[in-house]
């Protein structure tokens, strides 16, 4: 997704972070991934780290796109990593559940890069899927979202640094699958509804979008 973050609220955002301490990353790791962690992450307990988490999460909540797409029902508390010259992250998966007292499922995991792609070299985000591998390296204040059921991996930074923020929802619907399903429907009917106003295709549409929500959904 590009654009997530931009201008000045991206310039905002990385002001306040160069303002933080960065810390060993493998603190906020699960006992395996710890083994194949080597990062560095924000003081969550700064209070600049709590406003930069405010303008992501400012972000996700009004982009169109995120509220079709991914249809959260709760946001994890967002990190955000640095990786310096020599760091990666191996093959891993998400937790699945996650917090404490106030538990979520991971059901979309989400890294918005945070500098230009040529401000490092490596750093790629790397998903095993289906016998293959893709690999991500987007724009400063874009992001991707994936299933949290991906094994995962950052590729190691061979120069520069690479800054990103990461953080995992629990969707309304928790099968990538059907909330495929559900947006590509909501799409056709938006764009119906654009070109030929409320139709009886619109609403037959709008009947299979609305009782597909009751079957699938997790409210």
């Not at 289906?130 to 204040?141: H, I, N, Q, R, V």
């Not at 991707?144 to 059921?149: H, W």
Request: hydrophobic share 40%.
């Amino acid at each position: 997704m590009d654009n997530l973050l931009a201008g000045e609220r991206l310039a905002q955002l990385k002001g306040l972070l160069d303002d933080v301490e960065f810390i060993d990353g493998r603190k906020t790791a699960g006992w395996h991934a710890k083994l194949v962690k080597a990062n560095e992450q924000s003081d969550g307990r700064n209070p600049k780290t709590q406003e930069a988490r405010k303008l992501v999460l400012e972000a996700l909540q009004a982009n169109a796109t995120v509220a079709l797409a991914v249809m959260p029902s709760h946001f994890r508390p967002i990190l955000f990593s640095r990786y310096r010259e020599g760091m990666s992250y191996g093959a891993h998966i998400d937790d699945a559940i996650m917090g404490r007292g106030q538990l979520a499922r991971s059901d979309v995991s989400m890294t918005l890069f945070l500098n230009a792609p040529e401000d490092y070299d490596g750093g790629e985000l790397v998903m095993a899927m289906g016998g293959s591998e893709l690999t991500y390296k987007l724009p400063a204040g874009s992001a991707v979202f994936y299933p949290s059921t991906t094994l995962h991996r950052v590729a190691e930074v061979t120069r520069g640094r690479r800054d990103v923020a990461v953080t995992w929802i629990q969707s309304i619907v928790r099968s990538a699958e059907q909330r495929e399903v559900l947006y590509d429907i909501d799409r056709v009917r938006r764009g119906l509804f654009q070109e030929k106003g409320k139709t009886q295709e619109f609403d037959l549409l709008s009947k299979t979008h609305a009782n597909l929500m009751r079957l699938w959904s997790d409210v």
